[in-house]
């Protein structure tokens, strides 16, 4: 799990290797341990090594097992097993520690672009096949790692860290008015209306486009083309089982080898609520690390309110970790709300985000750096194990408003969208924004779009909107500065087919699923508990009783106009 990048010229050019290995040393943050650089001709590849995994103790990269194809990857497999015995079963020699890297290249050498029908995980790689003269990249079903890439005459750069595409002189800094406008402080257009970039192929940057999840781009004879290869099913047939244990025994399993798969270290650090999500995560990996006999290094972190808003979320997690038996510290929110932005930042952000730097959740991060390179990520049980969080009483918007309360990202400082209405969504254009401005961008349209698209596609909202990927890209470790890889157990594919296979009643039913598999792991205070959101706004409490403070005053004056 590490940084890459790319170059290829189109037209013939050599590579130039200073300009590659500044590229690559410029993703040292994000990758510390190793980092290397392979030519040949008109291509090129860099790569920063993050060592997460045990296996991942002997890999480097960029790498080849004949020096005729190539490959860099920011890549995390699941089901190794799977995947080693079906190579082996084509009569190549493999052992149990095998590198990722070396089991994707095996299965392209074997299966060519169709490997991709048998890997899943997370990953951004690319693939130079020298004989063919061509370079095949890709990016993982659900989006975990980012993939960007900018088209320079009739080649290509890529990365899976947009700062360092930035480096190349071809790569100008205009800026993508759809995501922030050119020349101001101000965040517009889909920022301003959703908080986020909706444009799953678009960047801030007019140059840079994002390879949107489970989608290929290929480079052949000067021609490029992306496409997708795979697609959440709309339409699975329910499993019936004759024992309704059957459904928990399954499930159990693969939740289990989900969490397994995103550890296969002897240390980590996860975010811990009163929740459902979390503590299942944080309970089910520190019994499967505790039951290797080796020394574990596993710590959790909770953050609490002491005066802001009610809050007894701590009191629950302190429950889970002392059943479990792992150590918990504790954050208050207080102490990092009224925090004013540093004058000159020690790292800027590549792009505007929803979470403010000033949060416990940053310094959560800090701390796991400190000593773990995994951080457990409870993201992605609500879509999974609620029956249809995108249904008609619940839009998209309404939907990130409560996952934004939910996870502490931020609160509104200024609230201009009404509650939409249950039985219908009415849209509240905001009358603040410049009226030309608002008809260039066609905001409207875009507010329109958003909300009246099918909700009920699939559960995890790949088809609705691009949440999820904003969320993956603000987790890593080429966003947030910190050389920490953010793991999503719900976003495991074959668990996440399993689900869809369900039946909504009772298994989504308040989660009663995930409810019945936790039984003797959680406390039962934790697992009988009923759904709670934060109960108020802290950030709107905190300056309705500090006051309006004399940074916030630019930020508030800025002119949307």
């Not at 369900?502 to 995930?514: A, C, G, Q, R």
């Not at 309705?544 to 508030?556: A, N, R, T, Y």
Request: with cysteine; charged share 25%; glycine share 6%.
């Amino acid at each position: 799990m590490s940084g890459i990048v790319g170059i290829l010229h189109g037209d013939g050019q050599p590579i130039d290797p200073a300009l590659l290995q500044t590229m690559t040393e410029l993703m040292a943050f994000r990758g510390p341990d190793a980092r290397d650089t392979w030519t040949d001709g008109y291509v090129g590849f860099g790569h920063a090594l993050l060592r997460t995994t045990w296996e991942s103790a002997t890999e480097r990269q960029p790498h080849s097992l004949d020096g005729k194809v190539w490959i860099t990857g920011d890549i995390r497999l699941d089901w190794r097993e799977d995947l080693i015995d079906q190579l082996r079963a084509s009569r190549r020699n493999l052992e149990n520690d095998v590198t990722d890297v070396d089991l994707v290249l095996h299965a392209y050498q074997v299966w060519g672009d169709a490997c991709l029908e048998r890997l899943s995980g997370d990953f951004a790689l690319a693939i130079w096949d020298g004989p063919q003269q061509r370079l095949f990249c890709a990016r993982d079903h659900f989006g975990v790692v980012p993939f960007f890439y900018a088209t320079i005459g009739k080649g290509l750069i890529f990365s899976n860290t947009l700062n360092c595409l930035r480096l190349h002189p071809e790569v100008s800094d205009r800026l993508n008015e759809g995501a922030i406008p050119q020349g101001s402080a101000s965040r517009r257009a889909d920022f301003l209306l959703f908080s986020m970039n909706m444009d799953m192929a678009a960047t801030t940057f007019a140059d840079i486009q994002k390879l949107p999840p489970a989608h290929t781009l290929i480079w052949s004879e000067g021609e490029m083309r992306v496409r997708r290869y795979w697609q959440m099913p709309e339409a699975v047939e329910y499993l019936r089982y004759q024992r309704p244990e059957e459904y928990v025994e399954q499930f159990r399993e693969l939740f289990e080898r989900a969490v397994a798969d995103r550890l296969r270290t002897n240390s980590a650090g996860t975010h811990l609520s009163g929740g459902m999500d979390s503590t299942s995560i944080a309970a089910t990996a520190y019994k499967l690390m505790t039951a290797t006999g080796s020394p574990v290094d596993f710590r959790a972190y909770a953050i609490v309110y002491k005066h802001l808003i009610p809050d007894d979320e701590g009191d629950y997690a302190k429950e889970v970790a002392e059943m479990a038996g792992f150590p918990i510290e504790y954050l208050v929110a207080e102490d990092y709300i009224g925090q004013a932005p540093g004058e000159h930042p020690e790292y800027i952000y590549p792009e505007p985000r929803l979470i403010p730097e000033q949060l416990a959740e940053v310094e959560i991060t800090r701390r796991i750096a400190g000593y773990s390179r995994v951080l457990l990520a409870g993201f992605g049980g609500d879509p999974a194990l609620y029956p249809a969080p995108f249904s008609q009483n619940k839009s998209l918007l309404g939907y990130i408003r409560s996952l934004r309360a939910r996870v502490r990202l931020r609160t509104r400082l200024r609230q201009w969208l009404k509650r939409e209405q249950q039985e219908q969504q009415k849209i509240d254009f905001p009358d603040w924004f410049n009226p030309d401005f608002a008809e260039r961008m066609q905001l409207k349209g875009r507010l329109q779009e958003r909300l009246t698209v099918s909700p009920q596609k699939d559960r995890y909202g790949m088809a609705a909107a691009p949440l999820w990927s904003n969320i993956f890209a603000w987790s890593d470790p080429g966003f947030s500065g910190f050389p920490v890889k953010v793991r999503f157990p719900f976003f495991d594919l074959r668990l996440v087919l399993y689900l869809l296979s369900v039946p909504s009643v009772p298994w989504f039913e308040n989660k009663f699923l995930l409810r019945e598999a936790m039984k003797g792991l959680l406390p039962e205070s934790v697992r009988q508990r009923p759904k709670t959101t934060l109960r108020g706004f802290a950030h709107y409490n905190w300056v309705q009783q500090s006051g309006i403070q004399p940074w916030m005053s630019e930020i508030l004056e800025y002119d949307y106009a």
